[in-house]
């Protein structure tokens, strides 16, 4: 099997399994006051510590949440919510186009059922916001009627990285809570939450060797959204829920592990990749890379094979034990082109067209060799096949 679809989840750490592991056969709900929860919540605080350590938050930032989706919407939802609820004119979110539909659909249910009045944020044809632009979008009023901005740290499908330290200094300079989903960026890159200035960022386990089901919220001191979970007031009575110290052990040790070799892995994976892209140019020389060619997450190459439908080359690279994905795996199965190709200015055919091919800690040369093989007689096959 040739894996490259890291973007949409990757393997679990060996030391991540094992942290899981050993808290999965035990007792204890965290919230317990007798010594079996005591022992689990010591579980959950030092991974807590390990967390915040890593991403420059500190303990008492980390929100645990079932995943990236969860965080995201407790992110957009609740610091809407909160900041409505001190001033009803503040309405306006400002969101990226290119966001993932775990915040593009939250900010889309707020102008929905809560009155939001949304502003998408444009992106340039590499897929990079420009904080010009933002800055205008803030306008004369100084955004004191912009309940949030949210603006994701690298894209999940084209890999573009943002400029979100400049984006969260100026929503800083207005009083405005500034959102980012480092959901993409933490496996990859380094991730320093008050080194960025962000207000809220976003993680999630499974893209970073850690198990599914479990993310994070990075909150800032004076960040409180309202709960979009009512229950046990676990988590600062920002999250209710049990805690599921297994997966928060497993996250914990994954998380320390990718951010010792944060730099490490982006050298390695930049230079795998740059030899992806450029086997794959040589094998289908029409081909078009996707994306910020600098600005770009080290395992992300994504490209357009026109006359192509992007189905048919995932079919005919799965059928050769090449596994990628035709952009985010959580809209795969919907027959849309994709709104970030759409918002980069790309036309339909090229939009559909697109395959990404996505590395990560397992990823090998012989990945690379094994696609650029394959790559050149697929795509003449799905060209003869053409477009439907
Ligand atoms: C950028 C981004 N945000 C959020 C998510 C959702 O995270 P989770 O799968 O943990 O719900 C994903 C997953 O694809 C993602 O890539």
């Known amino acids: 099997m040739t894996y490259l679809d890291h973007a949409a989840t990757t393997p679990m750490l060996p030391e991540a399994v094992e942290a899981m592991t050993a808290e999965l056969g035990r007792l204890g709900n965290p919230s317990s006051l007798h010594a079996v929860g005591r022992r689990a919540r010591r579980i959950v605080e030092e991974s807590r510590e390990i967390i915040a350590g890593a991403f420059d938050a500190r303990p008492s930032e980390v929100i645990f949440t079932g995943g990236g989706t969860e965080a995201d919407n407790l992110a957009v939802k609740g ?3 909160a900041r409505r609820a001190a001033d ?3 309405v306006r979110v400002l969101a990226g ?8 659909d939250a900010v889309q249910w707020l102008a929905d059922h809560e009155g939001a009045q949304v502003e998408w944020i444009p992106v340039d044809g590499l897929g990079r916001v420009d904080p010009a632009a933002v800055r205008e979008m803030i306008g004369p009023g100084g955004g004191d009627d912009i309940a949030l901005i949210t603006v994701m740290w690298a894209n999940n499908e084209v890999g573009t990285v943002q400029p979100v330290a400049e984006l969260a200094a100026l929503a800083r300079e207005h009083g405005i809570p500034f959102h980012t989903d480092a959901v993409q960026a933490a496996a990859q890159l ?3 939450f008050a080194g960025s200035g962000a207000h809220a960022l976003t993680l999630s386990g499974h893209k970073l060797g850690g198990p599914l089901g479990v993310g994070v919220l990075l909150l800032a001191k004076g960040t409180d959204p309202v709960p979009v979970l009512h229950g046990g007031g676990q988590e600062r009575d920002v999250r209710s829920g049990t805690l599921d110290t297994p997966a928060i052990a497993g996250l914990a040790a994954a998380v320390e592990i990718t951010a010792s070799r944060w730099e490490e892995q982006a050298r390695s994976l930049s230079a795998l990749r740059d030899e992806l892209i450029a086997r794959v140019m040589a094998a289908v020389p029409d081909a078009v890379l996707n994306g910020d060619p600098v600005h770009r997450l080290p395992g992300n190459a994504h490209l357009s094979f026109p006359g192509c439908e992007g189905d048919a080359l995932l079919m005919l690279l799965d ?3 090449i596994e990628c994905s035709t952009g985010s795996a959580c809209s795969a199965g919907v027959a849309q082109p994709s709104h970030v190709l759409l918002a980069m200015g790309a036309g339909p055919e090229r939009a559909r067209g697109s395959l990404r091919f996505s590395l990560g800690h397992t990823s090998t040369e012989a990945d690379v060799a094994a696609l650029a093989e394959a790559i050149g007689p697929v795509v003449e096959r799905a060209r003869r096949a053409g477009l439907s």
């Open 97 to 104: 186009a290119v966001e993932h539909h775990a915040v593009l």
């Open 79 to 81: 610091i809407f919510w």
């Open 319 to 321: 059928a050769r034990g």
């Open 88 to 90: 009803p004119a503040r």
């Open 190 to 192: 380094p991730v320093a």
